[in-house]
């Protein structure tokens, strides 16, 4: 889970200096690594994410999804994330 987290940390700061990049200076040396950076980043969330042992196919799918993919699945895998849904639902259900 810490490789997810850290690979989520690089994607996201990555994009963000790409689009800052983009939109002022246009250096060159930071389109030449950075891209690359961002690219083993969001291969490493997408694996990371596979890897990890309480992945459903839910978090899997989250992790492929560009820029959030990494949190996404990084908020599907909190542990009490599963159990606030599940007592959400449960209380829902005898309201009704």
Same mark, same amino acid.
């Given at each position: 889970?810490?490789?997810?987290?850290?690979?989520? %940390?690089?994607? &996201? #700061?990555?994009? +963000?200096?790409? /689009?800052?990049?983009?939109? @002022?200076?246009?250096?060159?040396?930071?389109?030449?690594?950075?891209?690359?950076?961002?690219?083993? %980043?969001?291969? &490493? #969330?997408?694996? +990371?994410?596979? /890897?990890?042992?309480?992945? @459903?196919?839910?978090?899997?799918?989250?992790?492929?999804?560009?820029?959030?993919?990494?949190?996404? %699945?990084?908020?599907?895998?909190?542990?009490?994330?599963?159990?606030?849904?599940?007592?959400?639902?449960?209380?829902?259900?005898?309201?009704?």
């Amino acid at each position: 889970m810490r490789l997810l987290r850290v690979a989520t %940390a690089v994607e &996201t #700061v990555s994009l +963000a200096v790409l /689009l800052a990049n983009l939109l @002022t200076v246009h250096a060159e040396v930071i389109t030449t690594y950075g891209g690359p950076v961002h690219g083993v %980043a969001y291969m &490493t #969330v997408i694996v +990371a994410a596979s /890897l990890s042992p309480s992945a @459903t196919s839910a978090v899997r799918s989250r992790a492929f999804v560009p820029v959030i993919g990494g949190l996404l %699945a990084l908020r599907a895998l909190r542990p009490h994330a599963h159990a606030h849904a599940h007592a959400h639902a449960h209380a829902h259900a005898q309201k009704g």
